[in-house]
């Protein structure tokens, strides 16, 4: 792999040399007031982005996955009901974590290429008369499959039901890149990672958490330690942390923060879809279609690209890195080899955007597959030409 080209994978993403300075700070006592001081704007900044009124923003040294298991550790006990669909890898494995921590997960099977199905959660609401299920989980972004949600239309759904469940949300590969609202989608708990729209390295859980998530944890009886919210929240209000935090992380997060609203998170949304409408004007010329089932459906931050009849996905993933240095995803699960997953997510802009697409169009009439050299860079070409916002050249 080398590391001149960026990576075309749904996370890690590409990261900001800006944002790697800022990573690199020497050691930090995380007593000191000057942790507090780093820390501070870095929280601030996750409650702008995830658009949130009231609540809690936690960041925990962990993953994306380590968000998951705060979420459900710090709210649920064992055998609580929760409601979630599965219809990818990453919906999967959130309710499979449910299941190993002794939740009860009531699943609502959806085909991939689908996103959550909200007259199936309404209609298992309303038939929910005993208010057994304490919170319905979605997946935001469905990044095995390219497949966003409507998360506003789930609370609507909840809301139809009178249902007074939490509603916890993965916005792992969304959160950062497209539109999110916490406070008006009536979101409980919130889970992003460093690596993805933060263009941060690996390396912590990012959760928003609202007042009655925060009310929850007092009743939640799932063992928690490292990830207690209560333990987290007590050190906060001392300006620290109840263990060593990722202090070089913490302070990446604050400059990406900077970067984020320098740019103005609508023109950060804006661009993504410009990036993924040229992506999807690229696939259409090579003849093949979006694994999503349909345009409402279309991720902004990853594409996975439904390959011909004969053609193995994973084959193209393999040589673009082997031949050419270049990441793409392959395909997870029950779509590996149907599929390969275009990241446009994180630092990238058109120019990165067509090297990608270039790329892949190599690897392509190197396996011999029926694709025409340059079509899909045109088409994109012809799309970004016709979208790109002219840069702003500062006056002096
Ligand atoms: C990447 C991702 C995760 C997992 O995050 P890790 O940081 O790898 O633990 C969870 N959900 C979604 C939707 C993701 O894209």
Redesign the pocket.
């Known amino acids: 792999m080398s590391f001149q080209n960026p990576v075309f994978i749904?996370?890690p993403t590409n990261i900001p040399e800006d944002i790697r300075k800022a990573c690199d700070i020497p050691t930090l006592d995380h007593r000191s007031p000057a942790f507090a001081r780093m820390f501070k704007p870095a929280v601030a900044g996750v409650r702008r982005v995830l658009k949130m009124e009231a609540g809690e923003v936690i960041v925990l040294p962990s993953?994306?996955?380590?968000g998951?298991e705060a979420a459900i550790s710090n709210t649920l006990s064992p055998g609580d009901t929760v409601l979630a669909a599965r219809f990818g890898m990453?919906s999967h494995?959130w309710i499979d974590m449910c299941q190993r921590h002794g939740l009860n997960v009531q699943i609502i099977e959806t085909p991939w290429g689908f996103g959550a199905p909200l007259g199936a959660i309404e209609a298992a609401l309303k038939a929910d008369t005993g208010r057994t299920i304490k919170a319905v989980l979605a997946?935001h972004?469905?990044?095995a499959t390219g497949v966003k949600s409507d998360i506003a239309g789930i609370r609507r759904a909840m809301d139809a039901a009178g249902h007074p469940a939490m509603l916890m949300v993965?916005g792992?590969?969304s959160i950062g890149s497209m539109p999110f609202e916490f406070s008006r989608w009536g979101v409980d708990i919130a889970v992003a990672?460093s690596?993805?729209g933060f263009m941060l390295p690996?390396g912590l859980a990012i959760l928003g958490v609202s007042p009655k998530a925060i009310a929850a944890m007092d009743t939640a009886t799932l063992p928690r330690t490292f990830f207690d919210f209560r333990d987290m929240l007590a050190a906060y209000a001392r300006g620290g942390y109840p263990y060593t935090p990722a202090v070089g992380l913490i302070a990446g997060l604050a400059r990406s923060i900077e970067m984020l609203e320098d740019e103005g998170l609508d023109n950060v949304y804006a661009r993504h879809a410009r990036l993924a409408e040229g992506v999807r004007r690229a696939i259409a010329a090579w003849g093949m279609a979006p694994y999503a089932a349909s345009a409402d459906l279309y991720s902004d931050t990853v594409t996975a690209v439904r390959v011909p009849d004969g053609c193995n996905g994973t084959d193209l993933v393999q040589l673009a890195a082997k031949k050419y240095g270049v990441a793409f995803g392959v395909g997870l699960g029950e779509v590996a080899g149907k599929v390969f997953r275009i990241g446009h997510l994180g630092m990238l802009t058109e120019v990165m955007m067509l090297s990608g697409l270039a790329t892949a169009e190599m690897c392509m009439a190197d396996l011999g597959w029926p694709v025409k050299l340059g079509s899909g860079v045109a088409a994109a070409q012809e799309y970004y030409r016709g979208s790109a916002p002219a840069m702003a050249i500062a006056a002096e």
């Open positions: 749904p996370g993953t994306g996955t380590g998951w990453f494995r997946t972004n469905e990044t993965d792992v590969s990672g690596q993805k690996a």
